[in-house]
């Protein structure tokens, strides 16, 4: 399974189409951290504040990741924290020999990295055993549940834990450095950070992101036309990318956060965190340019962006029932379709002018027909919510120690068991051999 290097030609494709950042300063509801593009990272500083603070990174991860070159310019970049406490990589992996081989891709870390094995036979008895106490945290597989485990596994030992996706192109030490520096000095009174970045293609340098610029934004801007001015809408139309992946926050918030387990999972931790902290302990950071993998649309309502799109329907509509206590009447359905139509197009001709000035290729047609597919999703949605309203969500670490104790140091265990040989006839590899996976060598980390 050879995993390619970070090529020189992705390389030069990011510098080309790197943005050089100013935003403005303004401020909303929402801490805003701009990048002004004036000062400089402070590397040895950044390791003597990890020192300080006992911080861990997560992320969740499946084993196609490694074929990658993203995941191998994240390893580059991570070398340098050498006052991490820890690197958890919470791998969905059919074989344990999968499993060995990404322990050994990260073996020479300057941390503890520790590979968790989330749909591994020890993890799915040990999460099994639960159904006695009443508890259904077997699934469903997929990004929520593996952030479930990880940040388990993770906030055993750290105060603060960041979270990357890792499929990100465009990482650099800036990502972690500017989303973890305002949580490691406890006299900002930070207790949650959020990422936004601008979207764009490295190959094509056009705008990404459907979903958050021709769905999320759309139908915030008219659910609020048609419930009028409510907090919640408020807080989730503060956030410049509401369903960025990339968040950091503290272990006591980490603990009591229930993870959804679909589509909605960026968006429902943003309503649990409504829940729990008050919105100037908040904060959210511009971390630049920004590129991973591109889902399609789709062809039907369960495919791609268009499925993504449904599920994060259904958790907004869920966080008005949960926290304003109002619900979509069958009446107001026509009304929100035709606001969203009407809002959609407004913003497919924004973002053509943004594009055209900035000289960017921009298709207005296949924008258009995203905004009539995620139009089309609206009723049955409502619909399936009304038949359903109750969403499966995995309890919070908080509520399960209640219960068990242990079960953090048994998934943790469990997570660690390699006892499963998936074919006959194969030898693990063992953790202090490098993979058969084209990485680029790594530079050793330079001392503090």
């Known amino acids: 399974m050879p995993l390619p290097s970070a090529s020189g030609m992705e390389q030069s494709s990011a510098n080309c189409c790197r943005i050089d950042h100013r935003m403005d300063f303004q401020q909303g509801l929402i801490a805003t951290i701009h990048d002004y593009g004036l000062g400089k ?27 990658r070159p993203a995941l191998g310019l994240i390893r580059e970049v991570l070398a340098e924290l050498s006052g991490l406490e820890e690197l958890v990589i919470a791998l969905s992996a059919e074989t344990s020999d999968d499993v060995a081989a990404a322990e050994a891709f990260f073996s020479d870390m ?30 469903p597989p997929g ?58 293609s490295l190959e094509t340098q056009s705008l990404h992101g459907r979903a958050t610029r021709l769905f999320v934004g759309p139908l915030l801007t008219s659910l609020e036309q048609i419930f009028g001015p409510m907090p ?16 950091a926050f503290t272990r006591d918030l980490a603990m009591n956060l229930r993870i959804p387990s679909d589509w909605g999972l960026e968006i429902g931790l943003l309503s649990e965190v409504y829940r729990h902290v008050a919105p100037r302990r908040i904060a959210q950071v511009d971390l630049g340019l920004f590129d991973h993998k591109h889902k399609t649309l789709g062809n039907a309502p369960s495919e791609g962006l268009q499925r993504m799109a449904g599920e994060i329907f259904a958790t907004v509509l ?101 006892n ?16 058969l996976m084209a990485c680029p060598p790594r530079r050793p980390a330079t001392a503090a």
């Open 41 to 67: 990272l402070d590397l040895p500083d950044f390791r003597r504040q990890l020192r300080q603070r006992p911080t861990s990174l997560l992320i969740p991860c499946l084993m196609e990741e490694f074929s």
């Open 110 to 139: 300057p941390f503890p990295v520790r590979v968790h094995w989330t749909n591994g036979p020890a993890v799915a008895e040990s999460l099994q055993s639960l159904q006695t106490l009443g508890l259904n945290v077997t699934g």
């Open 143 to 200: 990004k929520g549940w593996a952030v479930w485990q990880g940040l388990g596994v993770a906030c055993r030992n750290a105060e603060i834990v960041g979270l990357f996706d890792a499929d990100i192109r465009t990482f650099s030490p800036a990502y972690p450095q500017r989303m973890l520096r305002p949580l490691l000095d406890p006299s900002l009174g930070v207790a949650y950070v959020k990422a936004f970045y601008s979207r764009l």
């Open 232 to 247: 919640y809408l408020r807080y989730l139309q503060s956030f410049r990318y509401p369903l960025a992946g990339e968040f």
């Open 318 to 418: 869920r966080g008005l029932m949960e926290h304003e206590g109002r619900m979509l009447s069958p009446d107001q359905i026509p009304t929100l379709e035709v606001l969203f139509r009407r809002v959609g197009e407004d913003r497919v001709q924004q973002f053509g002018l943004d594009s055209a000035i900035n000289r960017l290729p921009y298709n207005r047609h296949s924008e258009e027909l995203a905004v009539q597919s995620f139009a089309t999703l609206l009723r049955p949605k409502v619909e399936d919510l009304m038949a359903a309203p109750v969403a499966h969500q995995l309890p919070s670490w908080s509520r399960l120690l209640c219960c068990t104790e242990r079960l953090q140091a048994d998934l943790a265990e469990a997570g660690q068991k390699r």
């Open 420 to 435: 499963i040989t998936a074919a006959p006839n194969r030898t693990p590899r063992r953790h202090h051999h490098r993979p």
